[in-house]
């Protein structure tokens, strides 16, 4: 049994599943004032364009196509999320629940520009992402890595210790039997079990 992670007592973190939710600003108090100047709120249609430009300039980072980003920034919505800093899209986090395991968020990519790297911000996109409506019901996460990401690696275990939570790690998609040698490996991290975040609870 674990403990839930706490997220900011600040009163604009806390939402509701519409998608014209306006810009909440990031948590206050324990960030740098750079990153207290990000605000989060959830993907629109529109951001899917800078979405793409993002992902392109975040290396190892896959790209997909710009019809792929549009469906992650409106129908994954409630379950992704957009850093704005001075009107610029920052960060971007596309994640989903795995339709056949409603107690699992899926986060399918993490992008930081490089700009607002280094301040906290990916844990905190994650972190309210958790904190959504959407994820009510969740008490795992599960993302894939490479073997040589070392910034993700450590970005997703130190959510696992603000969760409290067990990780385990397995080979998701083998560089062989499903990249034909065309890809690294990538592994699966399952976090978990983790009680949702709470809005409400400093942390
Ligand atoms: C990985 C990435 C999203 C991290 O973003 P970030 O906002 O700088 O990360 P955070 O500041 O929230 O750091 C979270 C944790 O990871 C650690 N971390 C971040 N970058 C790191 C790096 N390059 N090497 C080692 N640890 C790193 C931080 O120290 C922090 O650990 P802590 O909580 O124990 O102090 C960003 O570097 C990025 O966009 N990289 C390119 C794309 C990518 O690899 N995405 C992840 C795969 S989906």
Same mark, same amino acid.
């Given at each position: 049994m674990t403990k839930g992670i706490g997220l900011s007592a600040t009163s604009e973190l806390k939402e509701d599943d519409s998608n014209d939710d306006k810009v909440k600003p990031a948590q206050q108090g324990q960030t740098s004032d750079k990153s207290a100047q990000v605000l989060l709120r959830r993907p629109l249609s529109e951001d899917g364009a800078d $979405?793409?430009?993002?992902?392109?300039? #975040?290396?190892?980072?896959?790209? *997909?196509?710009?019809y792929c *980003?549009?469906?992650q920034a409106s129908h994954f919505s409630g379950t992704s $999320? %957009?850093?704005?800093? &001075?009107?610029?899209?920052?960060?971007?986090? =596309?994640g989903y629940i795995i339709p056949e395991r409603p107690d699992t968020l899926? +986060?399918?990519? $993490? %992008?930081?520009?490089?700009?607002?790297?280094g301040l906290g911000l990916a844990g905190r996109m994650l972190r309210e992402i958790l904190a959504r409506p959407a994820c009510t019901a969740v008490r795992h996460l599960e993302?894939?890595?490479?073997?040589? *990401? &070392?910034?993700?690696?450590?970005?997703?275990?130190?959510?696992a210790r603000k969760l409290?939570?067990? #990780? %385990?790690? =397995? $080979?998701?998609?083998?560089r062989e039997r499903h990249f034909k040698g065309q890809h690294d490996s990538e592994m699966?991290?399952? +976090?978990?079990?983790?009680? %949702?975040?709470?809005n409400e609870v400093a942390g």
């Amino acid at each position: 049994m674990t403990k839930g992670i706490g997220l900011s007592a600040t009163s604009e973190l806390k939402e509701d599943d519409s998608n014209d939710d306006k810009v909440k600003p990031a948590q206050q108090g324990q960030t740098s004032d750079k990153s207290a100047q990000v605000l989060l709120r959830r993907p629109l249609s529109e951001d899917g364009a800078d $979405v793409h430009q993002l992902i392109g300039s #975040c290396p190892p980072l896959d790209t *997909n196509s710009l019809y792929c *980003n549009l469906l992650q920034a409106s129908h994954f919505s409630g379950t992704s $999320v %957009a850093a704005e800093l &001075d009107g610029e899209l920052v960060g971007f986090i =596309s994640g989903y629940i795995i339709p056949e395991r409603p107690d699992t968020l899926f +986060i399918w990519q $993490v %992008a930081v520009a490089e700009q607002g790297r280094g301040l906290g911000l990916a844990g905190r996109m994650l972190r309210e992402i958790l904190a959504r409506p959407a994820c009510t019901a969740v008490r795992h996460l599960e993302t894939t890595i490479t073997p040589d *990401n &070392d910034a993700s690696w450590a970005l997703f275990r130190s959510l696992a210790r603000k969760l409290d939570a067990d #990780c %385990a790690d =397995s $080979v998701m998609f083998d560089r062989e039997r499903h990249f034909k040698g065309q890809h690294d490996s990538e592994m699966l991290l399952r +976090i978990g079990s983790f009680d %949702a975040p709470r809005n409400e609870v400093a942390g």
